[in-house]
């Protein structure tokens, strides 16, 4: 999948996210994974906190 040009987060130069899909060329900041699984815990968690509000507030 192409990324394109991102703004690195740490060093806040512009990453050819097509050649350097890692690491920053630049500064060597790992760019954080966007793992599908990272998705699903944090749609989990905002159900259960859902859920919870409602228990309460019944
Ligand atoms: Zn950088």
Redesign the pocket.
């Known amino acids: 999948m192409a990324r394109g040009i991102v703004e690195?987060p740490?060093?806040a130069?512009d990453?050819d996210r097509d050649k350097h899909p890692d690491v920053?060329p630049?500064?060597g900041?790992e760019y954080p994974e966007e793992k599908p699984t990272k998705r699903i815990t944090a749609v989990l968690f905002i159900v259960l906190m859902l859920l919870f509000v409602f228990a309460t507030a019944c």
């Open positions: 690195c740490s060093c130069l990453v920053c630049y500064c900041y």
